[in-house]
C-alpha cells in the first residue's frame, strides 16, 4: 500500500476523504504530504500545513472529526518518542526551560494580543454560560473566578502566573482585594504594571516558585498547564505554603481525560514549549494531604467558543500583522486555534475549575456557577 492510500485509510475512518468536496476534506496540493504525515506524526502533518501543502475549508470541522476518530494515535512518529524520552529524562518546565515559552509565545507583542482577545486580556477560557460575546463571557468568567474565592474588600491575592493582568485588575477593581502577580513574560508584565497602576496591585517579573508571604486566597488561572509533571507536587505545596488557614486555592487549568508525561511535538515546537496538560488523577494524587478539594467545575465546551472567537478576531485584523508576521505564521496560528476548538469539541480536552482548601471549610463550600 502506497503512502497516499495509507493516509486515506487513516482519514476514512472520520469519515474525511482527499480532495473530496466536503468542507472538512482536505484538498493536497503537494503529494509529498502523504510521506511526511506518515513520517512525523502530527509535526509533519502541522508543518505540511504551514507549509501551504494542503488546505481544508472548515478546519474546526475537520479536527473534530479527527479526534473524536482518534486518529492522533493511529500515526506514531519519531518526534514522540523524543519528546517521550526527554520528558522521562529532564525537567522540561525547570526554572530556566519555563522562560522559553515567555519569550517564544507570550512576547509576541501585546498589539497583537489585544486585537485577538477580549478587553479584560484573558487568554484563558471565558464562561459562556450567559454570554452572547466573547467580553461578556470573559467577564463573567473572572467574576465566576473571584466568587470562588469568596473575595472581600482587603482580602490578600497570590495569583500565579498573571497574564496581562487582567484578574488581578478585576478583583482590585470589583472586589477591593490586593492582588500580588508573578510572571515571566517581560511583556505581560509591562503591559499588566501600566494597567493596574493606581490599584492595590503588585505584578513582579519572577518564577511563580519565588512567591512569598501568606494570603487570603491564591489563584491560579491558565498557568498550570506549563508546570509539568514532575512539578506537580511542588505547585501544589507552594500553593498550600501560601495560603492562610482556611484559604482558598482557585486552579483553572486545561486537562486531559488520561494521564502523559509530554504535549504534542508540533505544539511543543511552535505554541507552547515545554507545555503539558494534567489529568485529574495528576493533580488529585498531588494535592493529597495538602488539600480538600471543595469544587470541581468543568466547563470544556466553552472553550471551543472562546477560541472560535479569537481566532474570529485573529482573522478581522490580520492585515494589521501580515506584513510583520507573514503568511507561514498566520496558517501556523490558524492550525493552532483550530486544532484546539477541535479537540474541545471532541471532548478529548477539558477546562476545569477547582476550588481547593486548607483542612476543608467548616460547614461545608457552596459551588458557584
Known amino acids: 500500500m ?9 482519514l476514512a475512518l472520520a469519515g474525511i476523504t482527499i480532495n473530496g468536496n466536503k468542507p472538512y476534506d482536505v484538498q493536497v496540493h503537494n503529494e509529498k504530504f502523504y510521506a511526511r504525515a506518515l513520517a512525523q506524526g502530527s509535526l509533519g502533518v502541522g508543518e505540511s500545513y504551514m507549509d501551504g501543502w494542503w488546505d481544508v475549508e472548515h478546519l474546526d470541522v475537520f479536527f473534530t472529526r479527527l479526534f473524536k476518530a482518534d486518529l492522533q494515535n493511529k500515526i506514531k512518529s519519531f518526534s514522540m518518542l523524543k519528546n517521550f524520552v526527554s520528558a522521562k529524562v529532564l525537567n522540561m518546565q525547570s526554572r530556566s526551560r519555563a522562560k522559553k515559552v515567555a519569550k517564544e509565545h507570550y512576547d509576541l507583542g501585546n498589539e497583537f494580543y489585544q486585537a485577538m482577545l477580549d478587553r479584560n486580556m484573558q487568554y484563558t477560557c471565558g464562561y459562556w454560560k450567559h454570554a452572547r460575546n466573547l467580553d461578556r463571557a470573559q467577564s463573567d468568567k473572572l467574576s465566576l473566578s473571584c466568587k470562588k474565592l469568596q473575595l472581600q474588600k482587603g482580602d490578600r491575592v497570590l495569583e500565579l502566573g498573571c497574564g496581562w493582568g487582567g484578574f488581578a485588575r478585576y478583583a482590585a477593581q470589583k472586589c477591593g482585594a490586593h492582588v500580588t502577580g508573578y510572571n515571566i513574560s517581560k511583556e ?6 501600566e ?17 512569598t508571604g501568606t494570603f487570603d486566597a491564591v489563584a491560579a488561572i491558565g498557568m498550570c498547564e506549563h508546570v509539568g509533571y514532575k512539578n506537580y507536587r511542588s505547585f501544589m505545596q507552594l500553593a498550600h505554603d501560601r495560603l492562610k488557614e482556611q484559604g482558598l486555592f482557585l486552579l483553572h487549568t486545561i486537562g486531559g481525560n488520561v494521564s502523559v508525561k509530554t504535549t504534542d511535538p508540533w505544539i511543543e515546537k511552535y505554541i507552547f514549549p515545554h507545555s503539558m496538560l494534567p489529568s485529574m488523577a495528576q493533580l488529585t494524587k498531588a494535592a493529597e494531604g495538602l488539600f480538600v478539594v471543595e469544587d470541581w467545575h468543568n466547563f470544556g465546551p466553552d472553550y471551543d467558543k472562546t477560541l472560535m472567537a479569537w481566532d474570529a478576531n485573529f482573522r478581522k485584523h490580520w492585515l494589521r500583522f501580515r506584513d510583520e508576521y507573514g503568511e507561514r505564521f498566520y496558517r501556523m496560528w490558524r492550525f493552532y486555534l483550530m486544532s484546539s476548538a477541535g479537540q474541545f469539541r471532541a471532548r478529548r480536552i477539558q477546562l476545569w475549575q477547582a476550588v481547593l482548601s486548607k483542612g476543608g471549610l467548616p460547614g461545608g463550600y457552596v459551588p458557584v456557577r
Open 195 to 211: 494597567w493596574t497602576k493606581g490599584l492595590p496591585v503588585d505584578i513582579r517579573l519572577a518564577d511563580y516558585r519565588d512567591a
Open 2 to 10: 502506497g503512502h497516499k492510500e495509507k493516509v486515506q485509510e487513516i
Open 188 to 193: 505581560q508584565v509591562a503591559f499588566a504594571k
